[in-house]
């Protein structure tokens, strides 16, 4: 059964950093692309950056210069080093990887908050 888990979401004071985590499991086929999105409350869910199987990456506009995504192909798992947050910041976030199949999974979500 296809999976992804996430952690290192939490609590932290503005300017401050967290890192999460997406390990995909479940398939032995090809991931492309990994990412993250997140959704705040009453919003919808946006895109935060993404990165392919070679490494490309790429960033919406409001993290550029703060986050940075990398992945661990070898794991199946996607990382997004997240600095100088902001309040705004606040959102749950929600990773996903899709597979050379055609198939898109989310993993369940973790909350980041952003204390000012």
């Known amino acids: 059964q296809v999976q992804l888990v996430e952690s290192g979401g939490g609590l932290v004071q503005a300017g401050g950093s967290l890192r999460l985590s997406c390990a995909a499991s479940?398939?032995?086929?090809?991931?492309?692309?990994m990412g993250w999105y997140r959704q705040a409350p009453g919003k919808q869910r946006e895109l935060v950056a993404t990165?392919?199987?070679?490494?490309?990456?790429n960033y919406a506009d409001f993290v550029k210069g703060r986050f940075t995504i990398s992945r661990d192909n070898a794991k199946n798992t996607v990382y997004l080093q997240m600095n100088s947050l902001k309040p705004e910041d606040t959102a749950v976030y929600y990773c996903y990887a899709d597979w050379i199949t055609g198939a898109t999974w989310w993993g369940q979500g973790t909350q980041v908050t952003v204390s000012s």
């Open positions: 479940g398939s032995n086929f090809r991931i492309n692309f």
């Open positions: 990165i392919t199987s070679g490494g490309g990456t």
